[in-house]
């Protein structure tokens, strides 16, 4: 059964640096997708960024990057510069090759001014 | 393009009642998802449909859930009766099948959910 570990319950930093949210996963799959996902108060689920298995580059997304180590079947997001705005619960989440996609149990970030 | 839609927002019930909860997913979406996210966890997957066959519901509690997708469009999910420990924000999400790497740009997408409190 595939598994998504988030070993960071809550994290703060300050406004402006940088943070690492941790992300491992369990899968005996080749190919699937990896994402992040940003959750504020209202609820609704941001997708801030996404990683196909099949490459090897990094994702990139303006201050959002992924470090995707396959063999070791990692996937931490990186959030530099941060601002008041990313404060949130944030989501590591896989998906197969069936579309089944399972999420970890979330980290708490929050950025202070 | 329109989002996909859930209703209602918010409902409040007591236990033993039933509720249902329904959503619209992204015209031409095939997958739906709901997940029940209990407060301060992350979602957890109770159905997922391709189309209007179901394709995993191992984490449906059966006794008292129920959902269904006729048509392959919408989709309501009911609990019969409600207890306390259902008390969680239900999300629906829906995907599709990108035909080239052009497409894969965002795969999922999510409704608002529905907060349900069971008293």
């Known amino acids: 059964a595939q598994t998504v570990t988030q070993s960071q319950p809550e994290m703060s930093v300050q406004e402006a640096e940088t943070v690492t949210l941790s992300c491992t996963y369990d899968t005996s799959e080749n190919n699937y997708y990896l994402f992040w996902y940003k959750q504020p108060p209202s609820r609704q689920m941001i997708l801030v960024i996404r990683q196909e298995a099949y490459k090897q580059q990094n994702a990139t997304e303006n201050r959002f990057s992924v470090n995707f180590q396959k063999a070791a079947k990692s996937f931490s997001l990186k959030i530099s510069d941060s601002q008041l705005g990313d404060t949130a619960m944030y989501f590591c989440?896989?998906?197969?090759?069936?579309?089944?996609?399972?999420f970890g149990k979330g980290t708490r970030l929050h950025i202070l001014p | 393009e329109a989002g996909v839609a859930q209703s209602p927002r918010y409902k409040i019930i007591e236990k033993r009642q039933s509720v249902a909860f329904w959503c619209n997913p992204i015209?031409?979406?095939?997958?739906l998802y709901w997940y029940q996210q209990i407060l301060g966890q992350g979602p957890k997957l109770l159905i997922q449909f391709q189309n209007n066959g179901v394709v995993d519901d191992s984490q449906l509690p059966k006794d008292r859930f129920s959902a269904e997708r006729l048509k392959g469009v919408d989709s309501t999910l009911k609990i019969q009766p409600a207890k306390l420990e259902d008390s969680a924000v239900y999300l629906c999400?829906?995907?599709?099948?990108?035909?080239?790497?052009?497409?894969?740009?965002?795969?999922?997408?999510f409704g608002s959910g529905t907060q349900l409190s069971v008293l």
């Open positions: 989440a896989f998906m197969n090759r069936d579309d089944k996609i399972i």
């Open positions: 015209s031409g979406h095939a997958t």
């Open positions: 999400a829906s995907s599709f099948t990108p035909q080239s790497a052009a497409e894969l740009n965002e795969k999922l997408f």
